[in-house]
């Protein structure tokens, strides 16, 4: 069974920078990408960026794109998400989540797997 556990959340500044963490455990061998999501309060649940285990490729959603990076380190089982130049809009709750499948996706209709999510307030 996968289990995915997300780390680094917390408050920063307006302008500032946070690392996330997705680590994982259970997965062995196949392809898949994970993903981050993110839900603010009173809003639906949206894909923001994902990886694929072949060759690396990411994709990001037109809000976050050119602030946000996705990384992943195999060996460590973790895929990151650097998050520069920070708004208030970014404030959410950010799950990882898995599908068994290289193909990236940002739609959480694909994802079987899902972390329990981390807090991220964007205020000064």
């Known amino acids: 069974e996968v289990q995915l556990v997300e780390s680094g959340g917390g408050t920063v500044q307006p302008g500032g920078s946070m690392r996330l963490s997705c680590a994982g455990s259970?997965?062995?061998?196949?392809?898949?990408?994970i993903a981050w999501f993110r839900q603010a309060p009173g809003k639906e649940r949206e894909g923001i960026s994902c990886?694929?285990?072949?060759?690396?490729?990411?994709m990001y959603e037109r809000s976050v794109e050119g602030r946000f990076v996705i990384s992943s380190d195999k060996d460590k089982k973790t895929v990151y998400l650097q998050m520069n130049s920070l708004k208030p809009e970014d404030t959410a709750v950010y799950y990882c989540a898995l599908r068994r499948s290289s193909n990236c996706v940002l739609h959480e209709y694909w994802f079987a797997s899902w972390g329990q999510g981390t807090q991220v307030t964007v205020s000064s």
């Open positions: 990886i694929s285990s072949a060759e690396g490729d990411s």
């Open positions: 259970g997965l062995t061998i196949g392809d898949y990408a």
